[in-house]
């Protein structure tokens, strides 16, 4: 094998694995994005349920006996 093949073959699997890494990386963003999305999201949920509960921390008591299924 001549010096300049080996160059080349070196050359294209260098080109091939910076191509495999953009694609996985332009994913991985995507991902990113997605996730910050949903966080920002349940953190809303979070904030509309916390304005919903009472502000003086008098909740009534509810016993979890009080919450059983009709099946017990």
Same mark, same amino acid.
């Given at each position: ?60 008591? @509810?016993?979890? @006996? ?7």
């Amino acid at each position: 094998m001549a010096p300049s093949d080996d160059t080349d073959k070196r050359l294209t699997d260098l080109e091939v694995k910076a191509s495999y890494t953009e694609d996985l990386l332009d994913h991985l963003n995507l991902t990113i994005v997605r996730q910050q999305q949903q966080i920002e999201r349940l953190l809303r949920e979070v904030a509309e349920l916390r304005q919903q509960q009472p502000d003086d921390g008098t909740a009534p008591f @509810r016993s979890l @006996r009080d919450e059983l299924p009709p099946h017990y």
